[in-house]
């Protein structure tokens, strides 16, 4: 029997290197999952949005952190290429509810201007008035269908602006309306569907929306030519909602710009997840604790 010696005897099995750049791999998924679930719940779910201005005083106030839920509307895909103008085909979700009055609301403004230079501008503001609803604002007090519409609980109530009787502020819209921001209306807001008379007299109350949803306007007496055809109605392309500040004394809203339609709205505002005085300029690192809001943060927009 032949006896098995050292050299004959099998040593430890010889170590598998790993594959090179395998774990630069494994990093660079994690990664890239991470960013898409990031992209995701930006684009689709929840996005953090910041308030520059005191038009919603005091229920929200400058230097505002807040979350906003994009998919209780209907999410929407990116309407623009990241950093650019440029449009993109989009595509809405189901909606799980839409805008009710008294909402607080973000949205797209209806009249930033494309171009170079120019850059997408977000509000948000208190929803007022619904599709189908007639507004109207009688000494600074809001009316929807008749109906007073309790102030904000937490609104700015500044001093009226004492307007002489019957004064029309040209800033008003629609272009022309004898309307001033205390005393506006009855002004019906436009509904989907909806038939609107045309006639060289009526055509001045509905230009700007028919050409903000993409169409030509021009009278040639006494005929009205939408996209250069001939027309008696116009028939409305989407649901609008008005919308105004709580410091009412304080705000460009929709009393100045006009309608916010459906495809604009971003989300509903929900809770505050930061707060800071933005009003003292530059600030060192201490002076900056002291302005934070602590009394602020976690609080449900109402």
Request: one cysteine or more; a negative charge.
């Amino acid at each position: 029997m032949n006896e098995m010696t050292s050299e004959d005897s099998p040593g430890p099995e010889p170590a598998i290197p790993k594959e090179k750049g395998r774990g630069y791999r494994e990093y660079a998924k994690i990664l890239l999952y991470t960013m898409g679930i990031a992209l995701f719940l930006k684009f689709f779910i929840i996005e953090a949005y910041r308030i520059p201005t005191g038009s919603m005083e005091e229920t929200l106030f400058a230097g505002d952190f807040l979350f906003v839920n994009k998919f209780v509307y209907g999410a929407k895909t990116p309407r623009y290429i990241p950093f650019t103008q440029i449009p993109l085909p989009f595509l809405t979700m189901s909606a799980l509810d839409s805008p009710d009055r008294g909402d607080v609301v973000v949205f797209e403004s209806p009249v930033w201007k494309k171009g170079e230079g120019s850059r997408i501008v977000n509000y948000v503001k208190r929803c007022v008035a619904l599709p189908g609803d007639t507004l109207e604002i009688r000494n600074g007090i809001v009316f929807a269908n008749g109906n007073r519409l309790p102030f904000p609980e937490l609104s700015k109530r500044g001093k009226m602006i004492p307007y002489p009787e019957g004064y029309t502020d040209p800033r008003m819209y629609p272009p022309g309306a004898p309307f001033n921001a205390a005393d506006y209306g009855p002004l019906l807001i436009p509904r989907l569907g909806q038939q609107i008379p045309l006639n060289p007299e009526s055509l001045e109350l509905w230009r700007e929306l028919i050409k903000r949803e993409g169409h030509t306007v021009k009278v040639s007496h006494p005929t009205v030519l939408i996209d250069d055809q001939p027309s008696e109605t116009y028939t409305v392309e989407h649901d609008y909602y008005f919308m105004m500040g709580d410091n009412r004394e304080n705000s460009l809203d929709s009393r100045f710009w006009g309608f916010v339609p459906d495809d604009l709205i971003i989300g509903k505002a929900m809770i505050l997840y930061w707060s800071w005085d933005e009003s003292g300029g530059d600030l060192s690192l201490f002076e900056r604790l002291n302005a934070v809001r602590w009394n602020r943060i976690g609080t449900v927009v109402q």
